[in-house]
């Protein structure tokens, strides 16, 4: 069965380096989502993406996030400068169309910021 | 932010028997319900879901009940199994807010054996 995978599966940096999270999403997809899980917490929405434009972004999404699909298989989530309160766990997802269908997530990437 | 709410942590079952996992919200607009499954260090994986046009939908020992009116869902697993023992994450999403996935905090369900 197809799915969603996403590189690397642990990811530790320094506070205030960059960092790209690398995510494929099921090929024939056309919706594309970050998430993330802070420890204890409950999984939020970062951003949406389709038609190569972000259609929906939270709060939390701020200017040191940014989000790319630099080519038509992967999809991925950069932080500028990253600070502690980054370190989560990060989920890629993806959608195959318009209309009630449900989102398909990778087993994520776990970021550490030191 | 409270639209999504699993008020039971955690519930127990013994094999064979009924799991029921709850799920209540506060926002009208949503109109589509998922439940996840996810096991540690794995990501979340889709169950089953409902759209708001629905009252129930059953796929297997999976069923899904919505109740409008009291803003309630309700995942039923019959029968339970010891691979069942996950957290289950109940989500929702509407049409109007781009269907990004609203998330409840998940119950822990473990299955007897």
């Known amino acids: 069965e197809p799915e969603v995978t996403q590189t690397p599966s642990h990811q530790v940096t320094q506070m205030g380096q960059e960092v790209i999270l690398r995510c494929v999403p099921i090929s024939n997809h056309l919706y594309f989502y970050w998430y993330r899980q802070i420890l204890g917490q409950k999984v939020e929405f970062l951003v949406s993406f389709y038609n190569n434009e972000i259609s929906e972004k939270s709060e939390i999404f701020d200017d040191q996030f940014s989000v790319e699909r630099p080519d038509g298989s992967n999809f991925t989530l950069k932080i500028r400068s990253t600070k502690l309160e980054d370190s989560a766990m990060y989920f890629c997802?993806?959608?195959?169309?318009?209309?009630?269908?449900?989102?398909?997530f990778g087993d994520g990437t776990r970021l550490s910021i030191l | 932010d409270q639209q999504v709410k699993q008020n039971s942590p955690s519930l127990s079952v013994q094999e064979g028997r009924i799991s029921i996992l709850n799920c209540d919200y506060t926002?009208?607009?949503?109109?589509?319900f998922l439940w996840y499954k996810k096991y540690p260090a794995e990501g979340p994986t889709f169950l089953i879901s409902i759209s708001s046009i629905k009252d129930k939908n059953e796929d297997g020992r999976f069923t899904v009940f919505l109740n409008k009116s009291a803003k309630h869902l309700s995942l039923h697993i019959v029968p339970s199994q010891p691979g069942d023992s996950a957290v289950y994450f109940c989500a929702a999403s509407a049409a109007g807010y781009g269907n990004k996935l609203v998330f409840g905090a998940g119950t822990i369900l473990r299955v007897k054996s």
């Open positions: 926002n009208s607009m949503f109109d589509y």
């Open positions: 997802a993806s959608r195959p169309g318009r209309g009630n269908q449900p989102q398909h």
